[in-house]
């Protein structure tokens, strides 16, 4: 007994694929200020471009690799809820990536301290490095690792000086 023939079969055409968006390189921080409610900000960095919502909340974007600090606190009718500080590395699309809530998609977080007082000292750390004239953007992203490790140890951390930040400038140099 014969088989019945098997249909030919014939390729169809494949459509061409739109091409893939071309993926955000910024990495964006939704700002929110409402007063004695919710204040998000940030301390320092250079933003790439800022877009306002609103009255109360705007974005910031930043570019890869450069430096943020973001400060968030909550309260309620009780007193304060969320005091925070994360210093954080905008990461280039597809590297690897912390998330972070309000930054989209996230990014390498240099520091991190949670409550007032040890906010507080970070907060005093960047007002230190700004006084030897630093921008707290510029500064060593190791410096900022140094800072949080102190910090969750207990301890003080090293002042960040001109010499240690000309021997940084010098690395960069030699990396590029």
Same mark, same amino acid.
């Given at each position: 007994?014969?088989?019945?023939?098997?249909?030919?079969?014939?390729?169809?055409?494949?459509?061409?694929?739109?091409?893939?968006?071309?993926?955000?390189?910024?990495?964006?921080?939704?700002?929110?200020?409402?007063?004695?409610?919710?204040?998000?900000?940030?301390?320092?960095?250079?933003?790439?471009?800022?877009?306002?919502?609103?009255?109360?909340?705007?974005?910031?974007?930043?570019?890869?690799?450069?430096?943020?600090?973001?400060?968030?606190?909550?309260?309620?009718?009780?007193?304060?809820?969320?005091?925070?500080?994360?210093?954080?590395?905008?990461?280039?699309?597809?590297?690897?990536?912390? +998330?972070?809530?309000?930054?989209?998609?996230?990014?390498?977080?240099?520091?991190?301290?949670?409550?007032?007082?040890?906010?507080?000292?970070?907060?005093?750390?960047?007002?230190?490095?700004?006084?030897?004239?630093?921008?707290?953007?510029?500064?060593?992203?190791?410096?900022?690792?140094?800072?949080?490790?102190?910090?969750?140890?207990?301890?003080?951390?090293?002042?960040? +000086?001109?010499?240690?930040?000309?021997?940084?400038?010098?690395?960069?140099?030699?990396?590029?």
């Amino acid at each position: 007994m014969m088989s019945p023939p098997v249909p030919s079969s014939v390729p169809k055409p494949i459509a061409p694929s739109p091409a893939a968006p071309t993926p955000d390189p910024l990495t964006h921080v939704e700002l929110t200020w409402i007063e004695k409610r919710i204040e998000n900000w940030i301390r320092f960095g250079r933003p790439a471009q800022a877009q306002t919502l609103d009255r109360s909340r705007r974005i910031v974007s930043f570019a890869p690799n450069s430096i943020f600090a973001f400060v968030r606190w909550a309260a309620n009718d009780f007193g304060t809820v969320v005091s925070r500080i994360d210093i954080v590395r905008a990461v280039a699309p597809g590297e690897a990536y912390q +998330t972070l809530p309000f930054v989209r998609p996230g990014g390498e977080i240099l520091l991190r301290a949670d409550g007032w007082p040890k906010v507080e000292k970070v907060l005093q750390h960047v007002d230190a490095v700004e006084a030897i004239g630093v921008n707290g953007a510029d500064v060593a992203p190791d410096h900022w690792r140094h800072v949080h490790n102190r910090l969750i140890a207990g301890h003080m951390p090293r002042a960040y +000086t001109t010499e240690r930040h000309h021997a940084w400038l010098k690395r960069r140099e030699c990396e590029e």
